[in-house]
């Protein structure tokens, strides 16, 4: 990591995405404004996401923002779990409102409603929709794309005649999940089950992908949730199943959100600024003009119609035609991460060739014109590839697996913080007791992440108390 990032990882962090005109701060408390950069990487989110959603015939619909605060108080877990973040409408200009609406936090309890409408026979399922839309939730501390009071996401909403084929979709959510965010995002993940403190309110089972960021702390990439009966209970959602009779359907939500730009920040930016791998990058190539471009119209004029050859290749192409210097220009593009720059001038001009640069390699490379559509596509592959694998080797350098005590904990955090080192993920041992997990999070501000599915070992005893433990679970500080 850079000396800022060592020193002040936040500081690091929202200095970054503003050099980088990613966002800006609203005057809505805890709300940013997406510039286009930023909300480019959403599309690109969304982009691969819809791939997996069409795949599977799951379509995309849209629900009101508002929710009467009575189909709220249906789900008494559910409305409890949300209650000190809701952000609630009660008058329309002079008059109050005869039932108060909140912003929406989630969408169960409305989908809910809707699905009782909508099922009636064992025919009408699965029921399967999804929902791109922003949520509401007033955070206590914000920060840009990871927590904020207004944030966008996908949350998909299934309903089914089994149990069986409710969990099955909740698995191969969670699958998607992982699969978008470590192969488009290059970012691995650890897969696994929340703790029961931790799940999602009014569901039965919550499942996650977590991943660690460069300073060690966590993020929750997305979650998938198994409701069982309980929201179709709470909304009456029944159909007639095949041997005519009336039985609750088994439900499913799941969702990742626009804190999944913030992880792509966090996990591969560089003391230079954003490191964007090629899948989401709003500008994969950047083609700069070099030496004294303005007085040899060929070389922009070569450069347009380099950049149209490789739009026609679906690549994100861009001209840097400002009068900026050279210099100038490398260090804001670098800044912006942009995966690969193209400068070229006069000499390249004449010798039929480019200068390219990778956005994380320090070596610049000579390449030939007629060779150089076949360069992007392989370079941009290796970097992809490269970047994953980067994040993967320092995930593992920063794995704890023999802390068995909380001493031994504590004396970890102090060490990591007295040599300037990062604290990490920690596998414990947990006896499955809610005491064991607040001790831990009071005691050295750690959380527990999920039960991973594989863990690389079984811990056999439980970090606090000393008992057998029930499960082998991953803490650490998270965002």
């Given at each position: 990591?850079?000396?800022?990032q060592?020193?002040?990882f936040?500081?690091?962090?929202?200095q970054?995405i503003q050099?980088?005109?990613?966002?800006?701060y609203?005057?809505?408390r805890?709300?940013i404004?997406?510039?286009?950069?930023?909300y480019?990487?959403w599309?690109h989110i969304q982009e691969?996401?819809n791939k997996?959603l069409?795949?599977?015939?799951i379509?995309n619909v849209?629900?009101?923002m508002?929710?009467?605060?009575h189909f709220l108080e249906k789900?008494e877990?559910?409305v409890?779990?949300?209650?000190p973040?809701?952000?609630?409408?009660t008058r329309?200009?002079?008059?109050e409102l005869?039932e108060p609406?909140?912003?929406r936090?989630?969408?169960?309890t409305?989908?809910?409603?809707a699905?009782?409408?909508?099922?009636?026979?064992?025919?009408?399922?699965?029921?399967?929709?999804?929902?791109?839309?922003?949520?509401?939730?007033w955070e206590?501390k914000?920060?840009?794309?990871l927590?904020?009071?207004?944030?966008?996401?996908?949350e998909g909403?299934?309903?089914h005649?089994?149990?069986?084929n409710?969990r099955?979709?909740?698995?191969?959510?969670?699958?998607?999940y992982?699969?978008l965010?470590?192969?488009t995002?290059a970012?691995?993940v650890?897969?696994?089950q929340k703790?029961?403190?931790?799940r999602?309110a009014?569901?039965?089972?919550?499942?996650?992908v977590?991943?660690?960021?460069?300073d060690?702390k966590?993020v929750?990439?997305g979650t998938?949730?198994?409701?069982?009966?309980n929201?179709a209970?709470?909304?009456?959602?029944k159909?007639?199943?095949?041997?005519?009779?009336h039985?609750h359907?088994?439900?499913t939500?799941?969702?990742?959100?626009?804190r999944?730009?913030?992880?792509?920040i966090m996990?591969?930016?560089?003391?230079?600024?954003?490191?964007?791998p090629p899948?989401?990058?709003p500008t994969?190539?950047i083609?700069?003009?070099v030496g004294?471009w303005q007085k040899?119209p060929a070389?922009?004029?070569k450069?347009?119609?380099l950049q149209?050859?490789l739009?026609?290749?679906g690549l994100r192409?861009?001209?840097?035609?400002t009068?900026?210097?050279?210099?100038?220009?490398?260090?804001?593009w670098?800044?912006?991460g942009?995966p690969l720059?193209?400068?070229?001038?006069?000499?390249?001009?004449?010798?039929?060739?480019?200068v390219v640069?990778?956005?994380?390699?320090?070596?610049?490379?000579?390449v030939?014109?007629?060779?150089?559509?076949a360069?992007?596509?392989?370079a941009?592959?290796?970097?992809?590839?490269?970047?994953?694998?980067?994040a993967?080797?320092r995930y593992?350098?920063?794995?704890?697996y023999?802390?068995d005590?909380l001493d031994?904990?504590?004396?970890?955090?102090a060490k990591?913080?007295?040599?300037?080192?990062v604290?990490?993920?920690?596998l414990?041992?947990?006896?499955?007791?809610?005491e064991?997990?607040?001790?831990?999070k009071e005691?050295?501000g750690f959380?527990t992440?999920?039960?991973p599915?594989?863990?690389?070992?079984e811990?056999?005893?439980d970090?606090?108390?000393?008992?057998p433990a029930k499960?082998?679970?991953?803490?650490a500080?998270?965002?």
């Amino acid at each position: 990591m850079s000396n800022l990032q060592k020193e002040d990882f936040s500081k690091w962090y929202l200095q970054t995405i503003q050099k980088a005109d990613l966002m800006d701060y609203s005057p809505v408390r805890g709300c940013i404004i997406f510039k286009p950069d930023g909300y480019e990487l959403w599309e690109h989110i969304q982009e691969d996401f819809n791939k997996f959603l069409r795949s599977e015939d799951i379509r995309n619909v849209y629900f009101p923002m508002l929710i009467p605060k009575h189909f709220l108080e249906k789900e008494e877990e559910h409305v409890e779990g949300f209650a000190p973040e809701l952000p609630w409408l009660t008058r329309v200009g002079d008059e109050e409102l005869e039932e108060p609406y909140a912003l929406r936090p989630t969408s169960e309890t409305l989908i809910g409603d809707a699905f009782s409408n909508w099922i009636n026979s064992y025919r009408d399922l699965p029921l399967e929709i999804n929902q791109w839309a922003n949520v509401f939730r007033w955070e206590k501390k914000t920060m840009p794309f990871l927590r904020t009071s207004e944030f966008l996401w996908q949350e998909g909403h299934t309903a089914h005649e089994t149990e069986e084929n409710a969990r099955a979709r909740t698995m191969s959510a969670l699958e998607a999940y992982a699969d978008l965010i470590e192969n488009t995002l290059a970012i691995p993940v650890y897969r696994g089950q929340k703790t029961p403190s931790e799940r999602f309110a009014g569901a039965v089972d919550t499942y996650s992908v977590e991943a660690m960021m460069r300073d060690g702390k966590a993020v929750q990439a997305g979650t998938s949730h198994y409701l069982g009966n309980n929201f179709a209970q709470a909304f009456d959602i029944k159909f007639l199943n095949r041997n005519n009779e009336h039985e609750h359907v088994y439900t499913t939500s799941w969702g990742i959100s626009t804190r999944l730009i913030g992880s792509l920040i966090m996990v591969h930016g560089d003391e230079k600024g954003l490191v964007m791998p090629p899948k989401v990058a709003p500008t994969q190539v950047i083609l700069i003009p070099v030496g004294p471009w303005q007085k040899n119209p060929a070389i922009l004029d070569k450069l347009k119609e380099l950049q149209a050859t490789l739009r026609a290749k679906g690549l994100r192409v861009r001209i840097d035609e400002t009068d900026n210097s050279p210099g100038y220009k490398f260090n804001e593009w670098e800044l912006k991460g942009a995966p690969l720059r193209i400068e070229f001038g006069p000499r390249d001009l004449e010798n039929n060739q480019v200068v390219v640069k990778m956005r994380d390699l320090d070596d610049k490379e000579t390449v030939a014109l007629d060779d150089l559509e076949a360069y992007i596509t392989e370079a941009m592959d290796v970097m992809q590839k490269r970047l994953y694998e980067s994040a993967a080797a320092r995930y593992k350098e920063n794995e704890h697996y023999d802390i068995d005590t909380l001493d031994q904990l504590k004396e970890h955090i102090a060490k990591s913080k007295e040599e300037g080192e990062v604290p990490g993920f920690v596998l414990i041992g947990w006896d499955g007791t809610e005491e064991t997990e607040a001790k831990i999070k009071e005691e050295t501000g750690f959380t527990t992440r999920n039960i991973p599915f594989n863990p690389p070992v079984e811990k056999e005893v439980d970090i606090v108390s000393g008992k057998p433990a029930k499960h082998t679970v991953w803490i650490a500080r998270a965002y």
